[in-house]
């Protein structure tokens, strides 16, 4: 569990920095247009907000994200501050896009924040809507830039693509935050379950003396041969029950009942090949004897216990013989 929370951690700080990657090469991308069209004001501001990101970025760069987390809420208000000249100027300007920008703000908490500090930050985007609309009246006619034809057209389409741009990447992340959560919540209920069938049930001493059990019986009868036999057939074998069973093999070998059988019957199938069997033999034969009905399944279980596919171990066997 431990493992998965720093996995989190380490994925929520790799959001933060693309974020910043991101927000850079918007900034970049404006300050770029706003100096070919040598737009006043814009082309100053865009660029200082560009730079000040640039140095703000060491801080996730550096710092743990349980650090990064605290400034999260301080950076959000800061950059809700800094859009706030943009957007109102924009407005007085007849520019209605460039409020998208706010509305990304409360969609980006939701990979940091629970529900109900995301509804705050959404009431304090609408809040600063309702002053933009409120001071825009009050901005000096001198000091409203009136755009070009073309250059509303241009710059609603970077203002478009770029939101949409860090829309999707928000998406992509929160979708990302969301399964890893779920595969943690999952692990807590798996845990709690087992840890309850724990304590209904005698120490872990008599698991492993029940698993002793378990071995003794699986070596001498070799019931893995037989492809139908199941762990009702084991627990009925060693007077026990399945869930104590399937405890014991968890316990003792880290593996459910399935892993267990496979891999007694790769060892048999290996110590069949180790003796040249397959000389004498066909692989039908030998994986059927071990108690595989199918090669597909055979080859697979091979391969994922071993590390290599059967043709190739035999490959291997014959280059030691041959040396």
């Given at each position: 569990m431990e493992h998965d929370e720093v996995y989190l951690e380490k994925t929520l700080k790799k959001i933060c920095l693309g974020y910043f990657y991101l927000v850079i090469l918007v900034f970049i991308s404006f300050s770029i247009y706003y100096l070919y069209e040598?737009?006043?004001?814009?082309?100053?501001?865009?660029?200082?907000?560009?730079i000040t990101h640039i140095f703000l970025f060491f801080i996730p760069y550096k710092l743990e994200y349980k650090f990064i987390k605290e400034l999260i809420s301080v950076y959000l208000i800061f950059i809700s501050i800094a859009l706030y000249p943009f957007v109102t100027l924009y407005w007085a300007a007849g520019q209605v896009t460039v409020f998208v920008w706010y509305l990304l703000i409360p969609?980006?908490?939701?990979?940091?924040?629970?529900?109900?500090?995301?509804?705050?930050?959404t009431l304090y985007i609408l809040f600063l809507f309702c002053t933009v609309?409120?001071?825009?009246?009050?901005?000096?006619?001198?000091?409203?830039?009136?755009?070009?034809?073309?250059?509303?057209?241009?710059?609603n389409i970077i203002t478009i693509v770029c939101c949409l741009g860090l829309a999707a990447y928000f998406i992509f992340s929160l979708s990302r935050v969301n399964h890893i959560k779920m595969e943690i919540l999952k692990k807590e209920r798996i845990n709690k379950s087992l840890e309850k069938v724990v304590d209904d049930v005698e120490d872990t001493e008599k698991y492993l003396q029940l698993y002793d059990s378990i071995e003794e019986y699986i070596e001498n009868e070799k019931?893995?041969?037989?492809?139908?036999?199941?762990?009702?057939?084991?627990?009925?074998?060693?007077n026990s029950n399945i869930t104590y069973v399937s405890k014991a093999?968890?316990?003792?070998?880290?593996?459910?009942?399935?892993v267990l059988m496979n891999?007694?019957?790769?060892?048999?199938?290996?110590?069949?090949?180790?003796?040249g069997y397959h000389n004498t033999f066909t692989i039908k034969h030998i994986y059927t004897s071990a108690g595989f009905k199918q090669q597909t399944t055979f080859n697979k279980v091979f391969k994922q216990i071993e590390g290599i596919t059967p043709t190739d171990y035999i490959k291997s066997l014959q280059i030691n013989t041959n040396q």
């Open positions: 040598n737009i006043s004001f814009f082309k100053y501001y865009s660029t200082s907000i560009a969609f980006a908490g939701l990979i940091f924040f629970s529900t109900r500090t995301v509804v705050y930050w609309f409120i001071v825009s009246n009050f901005i000096p006619e001198r000091y409203v830039i009136q755009f070009e034809s073309y250059q509303s057209s241009v710059l019931p893995y041969c037989d492809p139908n036999f199941t762990i009702t057939q084991l627990a009925t074998a060693v093999i968890r316990i003792s070998k880290d593996v459910n009942f399935n891999t007694y019957r790769i060892n048999m199938i290996k110590d069949m090949l180790d003796k």
